[in-house]
């Protein structure tokens, strides 16, 4: 199962963009969905995570603007970013934690700029 995020880009402070992190394949006991960004020179970090039981967790910098979701259906998981700011800015990386498993996708560019 590979894991592919879209929806990066360009935006301006203020701006949204959501993401999307779609499994080519049925992944079974998912533990967690998580997303993580990683800003240049710096360390990969948590912003986003839901667990199987409807569980949230976000990074305080983006608690209140992001919002983590999932469907199960379309096997994809997805990150609504509002009120961006340049600090936001990185390449974001979905993560499917399974009992089994746990899975990366290749990261999509988020870039906050006026």
């Known amino acids: 199962v590979q894991l592919v995020e879209s929806g990066g880009g360009f935006v301006q402070p203020g701006g949204s963009l959501r993401l999307s992190c779609a499994a080519s394949?049925?992944?079974?006991?998912?533990?967690?969905m998580v997303w993580y960004r990683q800003a240049p020179g710096k360390q990969r970090e948590l912003v986003a995570l839901?667990?199987?039981?409807?569980?949230?967790n976000y990074a305080d910098s983006v608690k209140g603007r992001f919002t983590i979701s999932g469907d199960n259906a379309k096997n994809t998981v997805y990150l609504q970013m509002n009120r961006l700011k340049p600090e936001d800015t990185g390449v974001y990386f979905c993560?499917?934690?399974?009992?089994?498993?746990?899975?990366w996708g290749q990261g999509t560019q988020v870039t906050v700029s006026s």
């Open positions: 993560n499917i934690v399974s009992r089994k498993d746990t899975y």
């Open positions: 394949g049925s992944i079974d006991d998912i533990n967690a």
């Open positions: 839901a667990t199987s039981g409807g569980a949230t």
